[in-house]
């Protein structure tokens, strides 16, 4: 399998789990007109409040809560991507020849914010603008692969469990379920068939545990 090859794979894959997802939450998705664009730039927000902005305090970086904001905003860029028929040879080409370019998490902050300004200005999804960001954080593919049917699996259980009527308990024993979800992850093997059926298990497992009295 050539490198194209493999970057097609990986996001035909994730774009079909987009899809299912979207599905859930709304049959007919695609006729609704939902302002991802809008969901992007606000994750951007969400992500830099992770990273550290302020220059008035002493900041350290949640990379990890970091790296989970990327993969949300990737779901809505994903999105969008699919109302334009994509990911298409484009975008694969993209992945392909920029991913692993060389960045630093000095540049982090500024990629974030130009990112989002195409989202504000324009209402689209910049896709070479989201690949510096992974570039600099020194994500690949893989990364964001893993990451992502990680979150995917998170947010249907969520809508599973009554993300949409307010009955889900975003919090589990003091902790937020992302955080949960990123313990899980590091206890599995990513690279395995059965990898999402196992992090949904737990997942429901960690919490039923966490449930009130």
Request: include cysteine; aromatic fraction near 10%.
């Amino acid at each position: 399998m050539t490198s194209s090859e493999r970057v097609r794979a990986m996001l035909s894959t994730m774009a079909r789990l987009q899809d299912e997802h979207n599905c859930h939450v709304a049959a007919d998705w695609r006729q609704r007109g939902f302002p991802y664009y809008r969901a992007v730039w606000v994750e951007c927000a969400e992500l830099l409040d992770h990273f550290g902005w302020k220059w008035w305090k002493r900041q350290e970086p949640d990379l990890g809560q970091v790296r989970l904001e990327v993969v949300d905003i990737w779901h809505f860029g994903l999105s969008m991507l699919l109302l334009a028929d994509g990911p298409g040879d484009e975008d694969v080409e993209l992945f392909a020849t920029r991913l692993g370019a060389r960045r630093s998490l000095d540049d982090f902050r500024s990629d974030v914010e130009a990112l989002a300004l195409v989202a504000l200005q324009s209402e689209r999804f910049s896709l070479p603008a989201f690949i510096d960001v992974m570039n600099a954080l020194g994500m690949n593919l893989d990364d964001l692969t893993r990451e992502y049917i990680g979150k995917n699996v998170l947010n249907n259980f969520r809508q599973a469990h009554g993300y949409q009527d307010g009955s889900y308990r975003k919090t589990w024993a003091g902790r937020e379920d992302n955080v949960h979800l990123l313990e899980i992850i590091a206890s599995l093997d990513a690279g395995a068939p059965g990898f999402a059926e196992e992090l949904w298990k737990a997942l429901a497992q960690r919490y039923s545990e966490t449930a009130p009295a």
